[in-house]
């Protein structure tokens, strides 16, 4: 049987090992210069590909219930056991990310590829697919050359990171056979807020918490590193709330967020902290008081949203009230949300081939026989933390075992 994996990233290439080890007679077909460049990108370069928080909680999908039997069939402990049986000894940080202990990303690649030359895989890269047919139950698959298989496993990612491969061709040719699309949107992408000062605080960063909210109603919050740019906010907490807040936007809803500098301090707490500082240094100004207790390319700017306008008057002369005007900014401190950055900066995709059309047990299309699908192609995305490479796993071995049946 002669299958054919259109997309050499992380999900085509495990269907690929899947189908290969079932027998079939593989070739995978990546139009960039070698596969699996994404996986070279994941985790920093470290290669975060699972985590052992793994739970539903953390994947999007307008059919999320859809995508058990694929989860529970190539779960965690059998992705750990596949990689730990191809040579990835796994390390474990405190935030239960996975990576091999060799904290390079490469050794992830490096290791697929050395199975799939075991097995016998060819790999033709610089194949870009532009059609697929299917005529007579035999698929032709066209591009720089016509090739036919007998069945097709479409993993050609989404739109993020388009440098990497991925430019949303997969969905044309889901479409082509009949497929509804999920309007795909960036998910894991650093925002742009609304704001003055954004050129003067770019590359502070700072231990905080940040809350989304749509009008009244909190829709994520995250803790962690967050990080001003010159034209808003990035850094992984903002990354795990921006699928939240895109939604939003494309809803014409107007989120916003709300930053808080000290997440381990309540109002009372910081109050004490900031009446007690401001009384030993009450010689000093108000703007110098502050050098030492925030980022020194903050302090102005925090002043300047709580109210003041003078920053040289004495900070012993103020009273509570002007004190929780800078509380009120370094635990609430609120921007408007007014876009995002683009695909190009984008980790995932949110959206994609709707699971409804999609046999959940297999993965093989209910509109196409022969046809099935892995990875970011589906309505399916998941948080920061190696949770979309657990994806691409679950759904590249599913899609390769079934498909390689007989």
């Known amino acids: 049987m002669k299958i054919a994996v259109i997309g050499g990233g992380a999900s085509g290439l495990m269907a690929a090992i899947a189908a290969a080890r079932n027998g079939a007679q593989v070739t995978v077909y990546e139009k960039m210069n070698r596969v699996g460049k994404k996986i070279l990108a994941t985790g920093n370069g470290r290669g975060n590909y699972t985590n052992m928080n793994l739970s539903k909680a953390c ?4 059919d999320l219930h859809l995508t058990d039997e694929v989860m529970n069939f190539f779960d965690l402990e059998k992705t750990l056991s596949f990689f730990e049986d191809l040579g990835i000894f796994p390390y474990v940080d405190e935030n239960g990310r996975v990576y ?5 990303a490469s050794s992830l ?3 697929l590829r050395y199975e799939l030359k075991r097995l016998k895989v060819d790999e033709v890269t610089d194949f870009n697919v532009t059609a697929l047919r299917k005529n007579k139950g035999i698929f032709s698959i066209i591009g720089n050359d016509t090739v036919t298989a007998d069945r097709v496993i479409l993993a050609t990612g989404g739109k993020a990171s388009p440098q990497f491969g991925s430019d949303g061709k997969g969905y044309e040719i889901a479409k082509s056979f009949g497929h509804d699309i999920v309007e795909p949107f960036p998910a894991l992408v650093q925002l742009k807020l609304s ?11 700072f231990d905080g918490l940040v809350k989304a909210y749509a009008g009244d109603r909190l829709i994520r919050k995250e803790e962690g590193e967050i990080l001003f740019t010159d034209y808003g906010i990035s850094g992984p907490p903002i990354l795990q709330i921006s699928r939240k807040v895109i939604e939003e936007l494309n809803k014409e809803n107007k989120p916003f967020i709300s930053l808080d500098v000290f997440p381990a301090l309540s109002k009372i707490e910081l109050y004490e902290i900031l009446q007690d500082r401001f009384i030993k240094l009450g010689h000093k100004t108000l703007e110098d ?6 980022n020194k390319k903050l302090i102005p700017v925090v002043l300047y949203e709580a109210g003041f306008d003078d920053l040289d008057r004495s900070c012993g002369k103020l009273n509570k009230k002007e004190i929780y005007k800078i509380i009120d900014i370094l635990k ?4 408007e949300v007014t876009g995002h950055n683009s695909w190009q900066q984008a980790q995932s995709t949110a959206g994609g081939v709707r699971l409804t059309e ?14 099935y699908f892995a990875g970011e192609i589906l309505d399916v995305d998941g948080d920061c933390g190696g949770f979309n490479l657990q994806w691409a796993w679950s759904s590249g071995y599913t899609a390769g075992y079934f498909c390689s049946l007989k």
């Open 109 to 111: 690649l490096d290791v």
């Open 358 to 371: 999609v046999n959940p047990k297999t993965l093989e299309s209910l509109k196409v026989k022969g046809l």
């Open 100 to 104: 091999p202990n060799s904290l390079q």
């Open 195 to 205: 704001g003055k000062y954004f050129k003067r605080l770019a590359g502070i960063k």
């Open 59 to 62: 994947y999007h999908s307008n």
């Open 289 to 294: 008081s502050m050098v030492g207790f925030i």
């Open 332 to 335: 609430e401190w609120k921007f």
